[in-house]
């Protein structure tokens, strides 16, 4: 009869490994199944009266990007909205093009940044600027690069906004394109959505992204906008989201209608200076969906380290049960894991492939070289100027 020695090394890595297994299993089971789940859900009547929304867009430099984009949004399928384009002059030709879109809908408006505006964000005052200039109580924050992949957008928004609902988070994510870069970040950027989109649904909401938001304007005037972190080149979506957002006002939009698509970054460097932008807002964050985040990456890490080391460790002492109960680990991790981020990838019309769990594999590692080079980089350059 085969016997097991609970004392002994490989016994103890295949303990080890069960602890990872069932950490990953809670927080897979548990959160990142709520997207897809949400999704599943039966369809809703459309509300009768939907609320009239102002969409507010700050650009700079993007002329190309507005005359493709936003005539998607100004052509929307909804009863009552405006849409009020910021333009932070530049060298561009965005003012040329907004005033000849103005010509063509009557429901576009444009304004821009003062020259002399020095102590704030430009970013962040054009959306202040935007949104005092807003007709409507509910205000949908977009981004001159990104084009819904829908007329009915809008409406996918407006179906969550209920009169207990604050703010209303979406998905976007960039548009599929060939080569090892962009299907890289396009996961990376599905996580990252995945995470914070399920996390509010799990009734921790923590943070949005100004691609695809909208949040009340009274609750912008209560808060007294972003005077929290002023001094921060960025955080007008994520941080202001992440301090008021609650699991009682905040909800998810569903359906393909609901996503936002983005062109993939031209270069390595302008995504690597977006993902460092956004570690040093997420230095700022509170709540404890950060430290739940945080503790996934690195079980997920120490489950794929632990597995290794279990199965070599149990083979080398012909230790046979304890090597089937290991892989039994990575075969149920994989399968669970696998199942819940294809569907949801499915439901949000993403098509990765066999990339998934090499992701899945090596996003520990990619969180911990973006942790080092957070570490290296030099602050000032996210801190407004």
Request: charged content about 20%; proline content about 4%.
């Amino acid at each position: 009869m085969m016997t097991i020695d609970f004392a002994s090394v490989p016994a103890l890595w295949t303990g080890v490994c069960g602890i990872f297994f069932l950490i990953q299993l809670v927080y897979i089971g548990g959160v990142y199944s709520r997207l897809h789940l949400h999704f599943r859900r039966g369809k809703e009547t459309e509300p009768l009266d939907l609320p009239p929304v102002s969409v507010i867009i700050v650009t700079k430099d993007s002329g190309e990007a507005l005359n493709e984009n936003l005539p998607a949004v100004l052509e929307q399928d909804y009863p009552q909205f405006e849409v009020i384009v910021v333009n932070d002059k530049s060298a561009g030709e965005d003012e040329l093009i907004l005033t000849r879109l103005a010509g063509r809908y009557t429901n576009l408006y444009h304004t821009f940044i003062p020259e002399t505006a020095r102590y704030v964000s430009r970013k962040k005052l054009g959306i202040a600027m935007g949104i005092r200039a807003s007709r409507y109580d509910w205000i949908v924050v977009a981004s001159p690069f990104g084009c819904p992949v829908s007329p009915n957008w809008l409406k996918s928004l407006a179906r969550e906004m209920t009169p207990e609902t604050d703010i209303v988070l979406g998905y976007s994510n960039y548009s599929s394109k060939k080569g090892y870069f962009a299907r890289r970040i396009t996961v990376d950027s599905f996580f990252r959505s995945l995470r914070y989109l399920c996390m509010a649904l799990a009734g921790r909401p923590y943070m949005g992204i100004g691609n695809n938001l909208a949040y009340r304007k009274r609750i912008y005037l209560e808060h007294k906008g972003f005077s929290d972190h002023l001094q921060l080149q960025r955080g007008e979506d994520d941080l202001f989201i992440n301090a008021v957002a609650n699991r009682l006002n905040t909800r998810v939009a569903r359906g393909a209608e609901s996503i936002v698509r983005l062109p993939v970054p031209a270069s390595k460097r302008v995504w690597k200076e977006e993902m460092l932008n956004a570690m040093v807002t997420g230095h700022y964050y509170r709540g404890i969906a950060p430290f739940l985040n945080a503790l996934e990456t690195w079980t997920c890490g120490l489950f794929h380290l632990s597995f290794l080391v279990a199965l070599v460790v149990s083979i080398l002492s012909h230790e046979w049960v304890l090597a089937a109960i290991v892989i039994f680990f990575g075969m149920v991790r994989f399968m669970v894991v696998m199942h819940f981020f294809y569907h949801t990838a499915w439901d949000l019309k993403e098509k990765f492939g066999c990339f998934l769990p090499f992701f899945d594999l090596f996003r520990p590692v990619w969180s911990l070289v973006r942790r080092i080079q957070y570490l290296f980089c030099k602050k000032n350059d996210f801190l407004r100027k």
